[in-house]
């Protein structure tokens, strides 16, 4: 087919009420549905011409609405340019809420869009694919005949799991579209090594897609495969067919679809996405409950009556006005649309057809609650030395205090270019209080600690934890002894200013390596609490710029010269080099190894991608089989299991702490370093799930250890 009344012959002719649902700018409920929904489908063209289609979002409310003609988001790769459009998404529910507009401006990763049109798409798509219920065994790989794109490195196992895609078109006025498409057991087929075919089942009959393939061949999708966090991008030429043969061969019980887009493909591959892991969309406890978003269809509803009251369409437009303002009319209108999409899609041959996932109100509330970041404000910036800054943060929504232990962690997390990068930073204020210190030391070339340094009171970002076994107890009543250097002191700081007030705690002392006296974090606050509180404090420097580096035999003095009590508990903070030497001097005095407790610091853990096609998961508990994920290029073993819902542990999530320690029973992993497993527990077979990437199928056992 090449012409629209080609294509309107096969499918008919929409109906004029079709365009009335559609609106030119933002209203109340369209806004509020940007603002739960934390995942969409979005098509562009790059600099190049080409379509391209991905997924973006990460969280509800990455859209950003400035007002109702103008919205912005992060678009981590790319760059896009011209018409854009979008299919937001709502876990648990059927209906999208597309939007077209165009590239206003970018700052930064930031694009900003100004909206032309906004409409809701029904639920068929979403229902046909099942994309919210639990994910159904993927079937064999086809064999792709040809060489082509199709035959890349795990092209042809994902088309043969994706049930869902968002296929973006254009046309001759520069506008484009991104359009749901959905069907079991697969939305797509290969036909050869450049060739796929989609059915164009029945619809509204607005036949967006096909309307502007008649105009502009370009094409392109995003596929996406429930359970997984890994995308399918495909980009090409389209084309139409009613080839009979080819249409009688996605027959659903001898129902053929009326028409098929055929893709010639230029470019397929499929790539870990971020937005899709960061939703969670697969995790029920994302699913929305009934009532916490505008229902859809009646917001539909809402559009079409006004839009037929300003086209003054007389009585049937105040009739719909009445109706709408009618109580309970919302509940009646998705039940009858419940039935005719359950009629309708059994007529067309589904079987099985799951109409309504969403919860009841109030259902799965306190795992959505449960989510472990907490969103903070930076209230103040405090310089302590060259290198090194003080955030003071404070809760961004429900004002309340950071409970932790003494010398614990927590660990940040930033958007840097589009994409959240953690690091882990020890507190350095007192637990309890409703404001959280952390002091960060600026790292040669560490992109996470050089935008850390960059940010203003008033800026935002979350945080995780607390996290880490090393702390100390306030209400006991022994000495203490520290030793740290360089930023090793920041959980010393918060053992001091939690001790110090404790009347049952003994005497601290503390001894502080720096390479000079302008690099001592702390340094006036040390002094000024030792000066108030000399007989339970005191503090001793070395400057390794003036006598080199602390070495066996100046702690070995300095221990010797104490004489803390024989209970005394001992903690180390610092490179590991001076870790392990400190270590070896407290074993010759004869101090129990279980009076010691150490610290060592690194940078961020490297996360080199370990292989480059996705692998299967399976997790255990014991004896007791918990689930299977796939793990995408360059995606951890915990972000891939998180993504799909499974109960894996963790905490610090950047290799630190060791909560997410499991025990790799088949395959092999390769573990991002530095990171806080020790050689008796890789030796045991243990790996850290947070910065493991598998290299082959693996199953893990999440039983504790």
Same mark, same amino acid.
């Given at each position: 087919?090449?012409?629209?009344?080609? @294509?309107?012959?096969?499918?008919?002719?929409?109906?004029?009420?079709?365009?009335?649902?559609?609106?030119?700018?933002?209203?109340?409920?369209?806004?509020?549905?940007?603002?739960?929904?934390?995942?969409?489908?979005?098509?562009?063209?790059?600099?190049?011409g080409v379509s391209r289609t991905t997924f973006i979002g990460g969280a509800p409310g990455f859209a950003r609405v400035h007002s109702p003609t103008r919205i912005s988001f992060t678009l981590p790769d790319g760059e896009a340019h011209g018409p854009v459009s979008f299919v937001f998404l709502l876990p648990g529910v059927g209906e999208t809420l597309r939007v077209n507009g165009s590239v206003a401006k970018r700052k930064g990763v930031e694009t900003f869009v100004d909206i032309q049109e906004a409409y809701v798409h029904c639920a068929q798509a979403v229902i046909r694919s099942r994309l919210w219920?639990?994910?159904?065994?993927?079937?064999?790989?086809?064999?792709?005949?040809?060489?082509?794109? /199709?035959?890349?490195?795990?092209?042809?196992?994902f088309v043969a799991a994706a049930p869902f895609l968002a296929l973006s078109t254009w046309d001759s006025a520069d506008g484009g579209d991104t359009s749901p498409r959905g069907d079991q057991p697969t939305v797509a087929r290969i036909l050869d090594g450049r060739t796929l075919v989609i059915a164009d089942r029945k619809g509204n009959k607005r036949a967006d897609s096909l309307h502007n393939l008649v105009q502009d061949d370009r094409i392109s999708f995003a596929a996406l495969v429930p359970g997984r966090t890994g995308v399918l991008h495909v980009s090409g030429r389209g084309s139409i067919t009613d080839d009979p043969a080819l249409l009688a061969t996605?027959?659903?019980?001898?129902?053929?679809?009326?028409?098929?887009?055929?893709?010639?493909?230029?470019?397929?591959? @499929?790539?870990?996405?971020?937005?899709?892991?960061?939703?969670?969309?697969?995790?029920?406890?994302?699913?929305?409950?009934?009532g916490?978003?505008?229902?859809?269809?009646?917001?539909?509803?809402?559009?079409?009556?006004?839009?037929?009251?300003?086209?003054?369409?007389?009585?049937?437009?105040?009739?719909?006005?009445? @109706?709408?303002?009618?109580?309970?009319?919302?509940?009646?209108?998705?039940?009858?649309?419940?039935l005719a999409y359950g009629s309708g899609l059994r007529k067309e041959g589904y079987d099985d057809v799951a109409v309504d996932s969403r919860r009841p109100k109030g259902a799965g509330a306190e795992a959505v609650a449960a989510a472990p970041l907490r969103e903070v404000r930076i209230a103040e910036v405090r310089r302590e030395t060259p290198s090194a800054v003080t955030l003071v943060l404070e809760d961004a929504g429900n004002p309340g205090p950071f409970d932790f232990r003494p010398g614990q962690f927590f660990t940040l997390v930033l958007d840097i270019d589009g994409r959240p990068?953690?690091?882990?930073?020890?507190?350095?204020?007192?637990?309890?209080?409703?404001r959280l210190e952390v002091t960060v030391k600026q790292v040669d070339n560490g992109r996470f600690s050089t935008r850390v340094h960059s940010l203003r009171a008033g800026d935002r970002l979350s945080v995780r934890g607390p996290s880490g076994s090393f702390h100390a107890d306030p209400a006991a009543a022994h000495d203490v002894v520290m030793i740290a250097a360089g930023s090793g002191v920041t959980p010393m700081m918060s053992m001091i200013r939690t001790l110090l007030p404790a009347p049952e705690a003994g005497r601290i002392s503390l001894l502080c390596s720096n390479r000079d006296e302008e690099e001592v974090i702390f340094a006036d606050d040390l002094l000024r609490l030792e000066q108030e509180n000399p007989r339970r404090l005191s503090v001793t420097h070395v400057l390794t710029r003036q006598r080199g580096r602390l070495d066996?035999?100046?702690?070995?003095?300095?221990?010797?010269?104490?004489?803390?009590?024989?209970?005394?508990?001992?903690?180390?903070?610092?490179?590991?080099? /001076?870790?392990?030497?400190?270590?070896?001097? /407290?074993?010759?005095?004869?101090?129990?190894?279980?009076?010691?407790?150490?610290?060592?610091?690194?940078?961020?853990?490297?996360?080199?991608?370990?292989?480059?096609?996705?692998?299967?998961?399976?997790?255990?508990?014991?004896?007791?089989?918990?689930?299977?994920?796939? @793990?995408?290029?360059?995606?951890?073993? /915990?972000?891939?299991?998180l993504a799909a819902g499974l109960p894996m542990p963790y905490s610090c999530t950047v290799g630190s702490c060791g909560d997410c320690m499991v025990k790799l029973r088949t395959g092999e992993v390769a573990m991002n370093g530095p990171n806080c497993l020790t050689p008796r527990q890789k030796a045991d077979?243990?790996?850290?799930?947070?910065?493991?990437c598998p290299l082959s199928k693996v199953t893990l056992d999440i039983a504790e250890p």
């Open positions: 087919m090449t012409t629209v009344d080609e @294509v309107e012959a096969a499918l008919g002719k929409a109906s004029p009420m079709i365009a009335l649902k559609q609106i030119s700018a933002l209203d109340e409920g369209c806004r509020t549905i940007l603002a739960h929904s934390p995942l969409a489908g979005f098509g562009y063209r790059g600099a190049d219920q639990p994910p159904a065994p993927a079937g064999p790989a086809p064999e792709v005949v040809g060489a082509g794109p /199709l035959g890349g490195p795990g092209v042809a196992e996605m027959a659903l019980r001898g129902n053929p679809p009326h028409a098929a887009l055929l893709v010639d493909v230029d470019h397929a591959e @499929v790539t870990a996405n971020d937005a899709v892991a960061r939703s969670r969309v697969w995790a029920a406890a994302t699913h929305l409950d009934r916490t978003a505008p229902d859809l269809m009646v917001l539909a509803g809402d559009h079409l009556a006004a839009n037929m009251a300003n086209a003054d369409k007389g009585l049937l437009a105040r009739v719909l006005k009445v @109706v709408a303002k009618t109580p309970g009319i919302g509940r009646v209108l998705r039940r009858a649309m419940n990068v953690r690091r882990a930073y020890s507190a350095s204020s007192a637990p309890g209080a409703s066996a035999a100046g702690v070995r003095g300095w221990l010797t010269g104490l004489g803390a009590s024989e209970d005394a508990r001992y903690y180390l903070c610092g490179p590991e080099a /001076l870790v392990d030497v400190v270590q070896g001097v /407290l074993t010759e005095l004869g101090v129990p190894e279980d009076r010691v407790h150490h610290e060592r610091y690194t940078s961020g853990a490297d996360t080199t991608t370990a292989t480059t096609t996705p692998q299967e998961m399976v997790v255990l508990d014991g004896a007791h089989d918990v689930g299977t994920a796939v @793990v995408e290029p360059g995606q951890t073993l /915990l972000d891939a299991g077979g243990y790996v850290l799930a947070c910065v493991g």
